[in-house]
């Protein structure tokens, strides 16, 4: 019989949730663990519900990429990793359902909402959460023809760390409103002032894409598979990862 136990992170708490004391009525599992999770109004769009490896528990995927656990009757929850104890080595599933999540909900953005700067030659593409203000955005622009020459299409989306009444949200406004959108990025990230302009831009919707991910600053890179590098990293060091991540695909 396989093994498995659950874990605890650092960006985790373990948490343990008894929802009622009657049981809920419903015709399967999946609809007893929304109907919990409606009537105890935790506030997340769920994405999807599915069994997990682990007998009697559901894995509970939120829009966004997080994932809870929960029993099959939707009375109790849990918050945390779980890993699957498998030929002398332990697989981590908490983070191959988050990565699922995280990679469709990149997947449903419209291309026409980033910012892009393709690869002659593509060969990959990474999509970066990123913020004007940050001086480590900046570090990784300046080798948008390293990581281009690599093969690699960045395709930029909004995320200004400081909010949504921060200057740099309304820099990037003004950015995504610009006729010449790749232009006004390179600028405003060098520190240029660029010309105050506004319209009905995503960059609320990206803001709160990555809040819903779980991002603590920028940049926030994102892979095919939906695996997440936090802050710069030199344009080898990507190219190495993205490597790897075909290898093991």
Not at 18 to 43: F, H, N, W, Y
Not at 170 to 190: L, N, P
Not at 206 to 220: D, R
Request: hydrophobic share 40%.
């Amino acid at each position: 019989m396989d093994a498995f136990f659950i874990g605890v992170s650092m960006r985790y708490i373990f948490l343990l949730v008894l929802l009622g004391t009657c049981t809920v009525k419903a015709d399967g599992p999946a609809e007893s663990i929304q109907e919990s999770m409606k009537r105890a109004d935790l506030g997340a769009k769920i994405d999807f519900i599915e069994p997990s490896q682990m007998p009697g528990l559901y894995t509970v995927g939120l829009e966004g990429g997080r994932v809870l656990y929960a029993s099959e009757d939707g009375q109790f929850f849990i918050q945390g990793r779980l890993y699957k104890a498998q030929e002398g080595k332990t697989i981590n599933l908490t983070d191959k359902a988050e990565r699922k999540g995280v990679a469709k909900a990149i997947a449903e953005i419209d291309e026409s909402e980033m910012i892009i700067f393709p690869a002659s030659k593509e060969d990959s593409v990474i999509t970066v959460f990123t913020d004007t203000s940050c001086p480590f955005c900046h570090k990784l622009h300046e080798e948008i023809k390293d990581l281009n020459n690599a093969g690699i299409t960045v395709r930029y989306l909004a995320y200004p760390r400081q909010g949504l009444d921060s200057e740099a949200y309304r820099t990037m406004i003004s950015v995504w409103c610009s006729v010449d959108r790749k232009d006004a990025f390179s600028e405003a990230i060098d520190g240029e002032e660029i010309d105050g302009v506004s319209c009905n831009a995503p960059v609320k919707e990206h803001y709160l894409l990555g809040q819903q991910i779980g991002f603590q600053g920028t940049p926030a890179i994102i892979f095919d598979n939906g695996a997440i590098l936090s802050g710069y990293r030199p344009a080898k060091t990507i190219q190495k990862i993205i490597e790897n991540i075909k290898r093991e695909s």
